[in-house]
């Protein structure tokens, strides 16, 4: 892998949030500020790119992208899938791309620069954060699935090309906590 880009999803509307959760206030800047800050730490991941969708102007007024660049998905209500295939799409021609989640703000750089040196250990096409055995984000996606990116449809992800490729898993639990935030009381949780 040579070239490995960023993506971070964060193009819903935060409904069972009740609005944009994006811009909610955790430790002093907006949510999605810290998923951002922990990718462009990273300086092997190049391009970086964000995907917003619903309510996208109001934060992009409020959030601090650093170097990452902005793209609006204008499907984004059809569901993660697309969002990642807008993302993709951005990135452009790279060899592997780390997909984070823009609503996982406890992620850090350690736990990106882990699944990256764990994808360049493996062959697979592609390797996944696991939490205690369970799979979670950031997952690193190879050439391969990345060009199969626009079969997906829904709000489901890459789960269905997972389905069907070799998956090398990297434990990160005793590194992070994983929580993505939905709701107003697991904002409140990591508050405390």
């Known amino acids: ?37 922990a990718m462009t730490a990273v300086p092997a991941l190049a391009p970086l790119v964000v ?29 993660q899938a697309a969002s990642l295939r807008c993302g993709v799409a951005a990135l452009g ?11 996982q703000p406890r992620i850090t750089p350690e736990v990106i620069t882990g699944i990256l040196e764990a994808a360049r250990a ?3 096409d592609a390797v996944r954060a696991t939490y205690a055995g369970a799979p979670g984000h950031p997952v690193v996606l190879g050439r391969g699935l ?19 490729a070799r998956v090398g898993v990297w434990e990160c639990g005793h590194l992070f906590n994983p929580v993505d935030v939905d ?9 405390r």
């Open 1 to 37: 892998m040579s070239t490995v880009a960023g993506l971070v999803l964060a193009a819903g509307a935060g409904r069972r949030f009740g609005g944009p959760k994006q811009l909610a206030a955790l430790d002093g800047r907006p949510l999605l500020e810290h998923a951002v800050r």
């Open 51 to 79: 995907v917003l969708g619903a309510a996208a102007e109001e934060i992009r007024a409020g959030v601090d992208f650093q170097r990452a660049e902005v793209v609006v998905c204008p499907d984004w209500a059809e569901g």
């Open 93 to 103: 021609d790279v060899d592997a791309a780390l997909v984070t989640l823009g609503d």
């Open 122 to 124: 493996g062959a697979h």
């Open 146 to 164: 990345l060009r199969r990116v626009g079969e997906l449809r829904g709000d489901v992800g890459a789960r269905d090309l997972l389905a069907h």
């Open 183 to 191: 709701t107003p009381d697991e904002l409140e949780a990591l508050q």
